[in-house]
């Protein structure tokens, strides 16, 4: 039974759901793994996530589709992504094909929560793992706790399909050189005070800049950017500090094989932004964001697509892969995953 929620208004929120995952590596194994009803996690004052800030995570959608069947998207490029941080970080990979089925419990386990289909609305997946025993020195842990908790999420931005305004971002980009590509805790921490800032000036986010010139555009806080330029080729940024975005990727697919636009990644300069006629944020949360204007200390770059609608690219893009998602629009093999 669906649960007593206004799915309607849901904005991007936390609303504590029934069941959550969790598994536990303990004398260099995982265990089996089982759902568990306590939100609440229980973890000695020096634990190395606490200390040392050793976690990291992933996201991903679970959508009901218009033939009434609940799926995620592409959940093994978010078990590989987390794979690829836990390496990184110095934690114990958590196996794929584990990652999935545990994806998969744990989204059935609340079914009620995922919202019915048309409402714009889906429930957000978050897989995370933390080193969860004390550690004092500088030092990985030896005991962790790989997790999964879920909750119902509307649009990641206020204004829904309506175009934002970012400006581009003095700070740096939130990730420490060489850790773009992994999704570590504290890569966002590091980003929450350039967040605060561009709010209170009233900016919906940042547009980091490569650190080393300043001159090209890098990703924001929490999506990949994707341009379109006066050809219609669909280009975005390439850079190895930015989190390879697995919408941004699909989009990209996309693009070629169901639109049969080209598509350029590569390096993309500041001083070519007024050049283009579209610019969008991709990532789960953000799906396909119009941004309507780059507020470039003070200057604005505005995008021809106006700040009424989506673009006509940014929409055709938007709307073949929110069909696929919702099964309106055939899926490339392997991007969909049944749950139910
Ligand atoms: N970039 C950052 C910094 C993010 O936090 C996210 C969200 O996960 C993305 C990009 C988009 O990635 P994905 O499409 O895999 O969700
Ligand atoms: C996601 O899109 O899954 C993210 O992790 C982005 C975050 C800003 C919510």
Known sequence: MKKDINWKELGFQ?????????????????????????DKVVLNESAGVLQYAQTCFEGLKAYTTVDNKIVTFRPDMNGQRMIDSCSYLEMPVFDKEKFIEAVRKTVKANEGYVPPYGFGASLYIRPYMFGSNAVIGVKPADEYQFRIFTTPVGPYFKSGAKPIVIRIS?????????????????????????????????????????????T?????????????????????????????????????????????????????????LSDFKECALTG?????????????????????????????????????????????????????????
């Open 216 to 272: 090209k555009v890098e990703e924001t806080g929490g999506a990949n950017f994707i341009f379109i330029d006066k050809n219609n080729t669909v280009v975005t940024p390439k850079s190895n500090s930015i989190l390879p975005s697995i919408t941004r990727r699909s989009l990209m697919y996309v693009a070629e094989h169901y639109l049969g636009l080209k598509t350029e990644e590569r390096e993309v300069y500041v001083n070519e």
């Open 14 to 38: 936390y609303i504590k759901t029934d069941y959550r995952f969790l598994s536990e590596f303990k004398n260099g194994a995982w265990d089996e793994g089982r759902l568990i009803e306590d």
């Open 284 to 340: 789960t949360a953000a799906v396909l964001s119009p941004v309507g204007i780059i507020n470039d200390h003070g200057k604005e770059i505005k995008m021809p697509s106006g700040m009424d609608d989506m673009g006509e690219i940014t929409k055709k893009l938007y709307e073949t892969l929110v069909g696929i998602q919702l099964g309106t629009i055939k899926a490339p093999d392997g991007w969909i995953y049944e749950i139910k």
């Open 170 to 214: 003095d700070f740096d980009r939130a990730a420490p050189k060489g850790t773009g590509h992994i999704k570590a805790g504290l890569n966002y921490a590091m980003s929450l005070h350039a967040i605060v800032d561009a709010h209170n000036k009233g900016f919906a986010e940042n547009m980091y800049l490569d650190s080393a010139t300043r």
